[in-house]
């Protein structure tokens, strides 16, 4: 009789504190928010790009004019643009110039009347990341105008035209008990494209609501160190995109991820991370489980 005793009132125990904390096992536990990181939508259109408008006499060039559009790094960062004959080599004296805050540029050049192209490089010396070819190569003929291209003039065998390309997976995780607001993003970014000579990726938390901008720092390697050398191109006959890279961010008294709405993903100067991004390439918005959880104000962020 006092077995049975003993066991009633350890059920009545195990009632009382199971209607003290009803919570399910996966909210004790915390939870996981899936974030899934795609190409913004007209990928060309979100990249360095722009045109060159061509005055020739006959065959004879006689003066290019550059207009260069969302060139990253604003007035601090310096780019430089030459004519070349890419039959001979010959080149012509390089120009450096530096973009406005929208990243828009206008450079003339006139010292190659046999120029068969136009390079821009990120930097006084560096390799070419833009070109337009303005003359057939076997015919000679001059074209009036011809759109800039993103990508590594240099590579071999031939220059390699840069296309957005890759996706991420990416999870916000609650690390205490559901309701603790205490999050970690991280996750996995796969098959990017190899960034254009002078340039990189950096990963960013953007809320719509504020049009707030915070950089995450560098993407993370295997080794789960910063990330370098994504410009770097394989050579011919190898896969010409990127090994996987990480993000791994947690929150802080100055970063509350309750209060953005999505990450993203720029093209950037290697040398120059600005205040808030021109355009971005990749974008993942926090689902609106998520949102749901955004206080009234910002306590940091």
């Given at each position: 009789m006092?077995?049975?005793?003993g066991?009633?009132?350890?059920?009545v125990l195990?009632?009382?504190t199971?209607c003290e904390?009803?919570?399910?096992?996966s909210?004790?536990q915390g939870?996981?928010y899936?974030?899934?990181?795609?190409a913004?939508?007209?990928?060309?259109?979100?990249?360095?790009?722009?045109?060159v408008a061509?005055?020739a006499?006959?065959?004879?060039?006689?003066?290019?004019?550059?207009?260069?559009?969302?060139?990253?790094?604003?007035?601090a960062?310096?780019?430089?643009?030459y004519?070349l004959?890419?039959?001979t080599?010959n080149?012509?004296?390089?120009?450096?110039?530096?973009p406005?805050e929208l990243?828009?540029?206008t450079?003339s050049?006139s010292?190659?009347?046999?120029?068969?192209?136009?390079?821009?490089?990120?930097?006084?010396?560096?390799?070419?990341?833009l070109?337009?070819?303005?003359?057939?190569?076997?015919?000679g003929?001059?074209?009036?105008?011809?759109d800039l291209v993103?990508?590594h003039?240099e590579?071999?065998?031939?220059?390699f035209?840069?296309?957005?390309?890759?996706a991420g997976r990416l999870?916000l995780?609650?690390?205490?008990?559901?309701g603790?607001n205490d999050?970690?993003l991280?996750?996995?970014?796969?098959?990017?494209a190899?960034?254009?000579p002078?340039?990189?990726?950096?990963?960013?938390l953007?809320d719509?609501?504020?049009?707030v901008?915070?950089?995450?720092?560098p993407?993370?390697?295997?080794s789960r160190?910063a990330?370098?050398?994504?410009?770097?191109l394989?050579p011919?006959?190898q896969?010409?995109?990127?090994?996987?890279l990480?993000?791994n961010?947690?929150?802080?008294a100055?970063?509350?991820f309750?209060?953005y709405?999505?990450v993203?993903?720029?093209?950037?100067?290697a040398?120059?991370?600005?205040?808030t991004?021109?355009?971005?390439?990749?974008?993942?918005t926090?689902?609106a489980q998520?949102?749901?959880?955004r206080?009234?104000?910002?306590?940091?962020g």
């Open positions: 006092r077995r049975a005793n066991l009633a009132l350890v059920g195990l009632a009382a199971a904390d009803a919570r399910l096992p909210e004790l939870r996981v899936d974030v899934r990181l795609l913004e939508p007209s990928p060309a259109t979100r990249i360095p790009g722009g045109t061509v005055t006499a006959g065959d004879v060039v006689s003066d290019v004019t550059v207009t260069a559009v969302r060139l990253p790094g604003g007035p960062a310096e780019y430089s643009a004519l004959d890419e039959r080599g080149t012509g004296a390089r120009v450096t110039f530096a406005d990243g828009s540029a450079v050049l010292d190659l009347g046999e120029a068969t192209t136009v390079v821009i490089a990120a930097g006084a010396q560096a390799p070419g990341a070109w337009a070819r303005f003359r057939d190569l076997s015919t003929a001059v074209a009036p105008s011809a993103l990508g003039f590579a071999e065998p031939e220059p035209p840069y296309a957005v390309a890759g999870g995780y609650e690390r205490g008990e559901f603790s999050f970690r991280g996750g996995v970014i796969e098959n990017l190899v960034a254009p002078g340039f990189t990726y950096v990963a960013w953007h719509a609501e504020r049009d901008w915070t950089p995450l720092g993407l993370l390697d295997e160190n990330a370098t050398g994504l410009d770097v394989p011919p006959g896969p010409r995109h990127l090994a996987k990480y993000l961010v947690e929150a802080s100055q970063l509350d309750r209060y709405t999505d993203r993903l720029s093209l950037e100067r040398d120059h991370t600005p205040a991004p021109l355009s971005t390439v990749f974008a993942g926090f689902g998520f949102l749901l959880r206080p009234e104000e910002p306590t940091g």
